[in-house]
């Protein structure tokens, strides 16, 4: 089993630029979520999904659309880049009870 | 809104010493709270968790302990190793729900 899987590993964009952050698992959880983690800081939570269909805001999901047409994939679109938005983002994914499974960060700067 | 927070951001321990990681936590609907261990530029790995009907909760090297009453949780890591240099972060989980909210994070140094 790969876990969690996410590309681009690494992503610069210049301001007002759109992307979409992919993330995939293979391991049937039905919750999956995004955080994005400023240096020296901890985990913030943007957008989770319970189900395919299914998503909802967490802390943060101001900048960024979500959705999940599947229960494997679950991609982070950033409209329009702002340099806020520069950060590691993470993805994880679990069952419905249990511990977070995470991938290996995509790290976005933002011109 | 409600928060998981910790006591010290940084950890500096002697290889071979125990380590202690304190984490306040204010979300009194909490049951679920977990740790993770994240290693320079990895994503977040899991070390143990404990479920709010349990005080104490071991596993290789590692206990948790859980106080409702002042709502508290600690990690605490025997034999500390240079393997274990890391930032800690505790999470917290509320009672049917799906998100998880993580803590600001302690980052532990083991000197050799």
């Known amino acids: 089993n790969a876990g969690v899987t996410q590309t681009p590993k690494f992503q610069v964009l210049k301001t007002g630029q759109s992307m979409t952050l992919q993330c995939a698992q293979d391991m049937n959880h039905e919750y999956m979520s995004w955080y994005r983690q400023d240096p020296g800081m901890g985990l913030r939570l943007i957008h989770y999904?319970?189900?395919?269909?299914?998503?909802d805001q967490g802390e943060v999901p101001n900048g960024y659309n979500v959705s999940r047409s599947t229960t494997e994939d679950f991609p982070l679109r950033l409209l329009s880049a702002a340099p806020s938005q520069t950060s590691v983002y993470f993805c994880?994914?679990?069952?419905?009870?249990?511990?977070?499974?995470f991938g290996e960060g995509s790290r976005l700067t933002v011109l | 809104g409600e928060s998981v927070g910790l006591h010290l951001p940084t950890l500096s321990v002697q290889e071979g010493d125990n380590s202690i990681i304190n984490c306040a936590y204010s979300?009194?609907?909490?049951?679920?709270f977990i740790w993770y261990k994240q290693e320079s530029g990895k994503g977040p790995q899991f070390i143990i968790d404990?479920?709010?009907?349990?005080d104490k909760r071991q596993g290789q090297r590692v206990t948790v302990l859980l106080n409702k009453t002042v709502k508290h949780l600690s990690l605490q890591i025997a034999a500390t190793q240079p393997g274990d240099s890391a930032v800690y972060f505790c999470?917290?989980?509320?009672?049917?729900?799906?998100?998880?909210?993580f803590g600001a994070g302690t980052r532990l140094f083991v000197k050799a």
């Open positions: 999904s319970v189900g395919a269909g299914i998503t």
């Open positions: 404990i479920r709010s009907n349990m």
């Open positions: 979300n009194s609907a909490s049951d679920y």
């Open positions: 994880a994914s679990s069952r419905e009870t249990g511990e977070l499974f």
């Open positions: 999470a917290e989980r509320e009672t049917g729900g799906f998100k998880t909210i």
